[in-house]
């Protein structure tokens, strides 16, 4: 038998390889995929995508331009899928409040989809509001901003970054923050008022053990008003879809695209 040779289109690999460092970082420093999919999935994810988006590159044959072209999509990648996905934290910031006003934060634990520590209300958040954006078609909107990267930013391009990325970092921390404070604004109100009236007990019945009675009553009192923070969550999605798309496009700009 003879070596059966397939013939291989030298710029389609390397633009193939491209797109997927491109995708590759992009899943991997996304918050919104990184941990939510599994592996095999988040492998799928990246081939797929980087098939779709997969352009001819022809004259990287050299390993000095193919190994900085090849740094240049790891930089638009991870820029893409950290700053899309840094408003969707304004979720489990809205739980880590709930969680600190009602006491839950002492069963603090290792969450491994956001690979860091949380408390309940903190990863109930997360986990719904990851849930509620992929429903809602936020993946389609992430693939979308993935294969229009390759036509104003192509595989073979280089970046100029502008000054302007870095302020819509800043506003979208300060954004998610206040949007995070926001939303569990309702559960708040009522964890004070029952605060006040823990210390207008504590004070005109002082032999009454206020901390006994109080870590209970706050646990029951959140557990059963925190569907009064879920009512905002259609809005506050709403909003962070649309910053996610606007997220994509800021960063394609911020990197040099012109288009």
């Known amino acids: ?32 995929i990184g941990r939510a999919i599994p592996a095999t999935g988040r492998m799928a994810f990246t081939v797929a995508v980087a098939m ?117 970092v800043v506003d979208t921390v300060t954004l998610l923050v206040r949007r995070g404070v926001e939303l569990a604004l309702p559960v708040m109100g009522v964890m004070l008022m029952l605060e006040l009236a823990f210390g207008l007990a504590s004070r005109f019945a002082p032999q009454m053990n206020v901390f006994l009675l109080g870590l209970p009553a706050k646990l029951f009192t959140s557990i059963t008003i925190v569907g009064s923070a879920w009512v905002l969550f259609p809005d506050a999605m709403a909003d962070a879809e649309s910053y996610v798309g606007q997220s994509i496009e800021v960063v394609l700009r911020g990197l040099g695209a012109s288009g």
């Open 52 to 168: 779709a988006m997969v352009t001819p590159v022809p004259g990287l044959v050299e390993v000095g331009p193919l190994v900085a072209a090849a740094g240049v999509n790891a930089i638009i990648g991870a820029a893409m899928g950290w700053v899309s996905g840094l408003i969707m934290h304004l979720f489990a910031s809205a739980g880590g409040v709930i969680d600190l006003i009602s006491g839950l934060s002492v069963s603090t634990v290792f969450d491994p989809m956001q690979g860091e520590q949380g408390g309940v209300f903190t990863r109930m958040f997360h986990l719904s509001a990851t849930t509620m954006f992929l429903v809602a078609g936020g993946m389609g909107l992430l693939v979308g901003g993935l294969v229009a990267s390759a036509t104003v930013l192509p595989l073979d391009a280089s970046i100029t970054p502008q000054t302007g990325l870095v302020g819509y």
């Open 1 to 32: 038998m003879g070596v059966v040779e397939i013939p291989v289109n030298a710029a389609w690999a390397v633009g193939l390889i491209l797109a997927l460092i491109r995708v590759g970082t992009f899943v991997v420093l996304s918050p919104i």
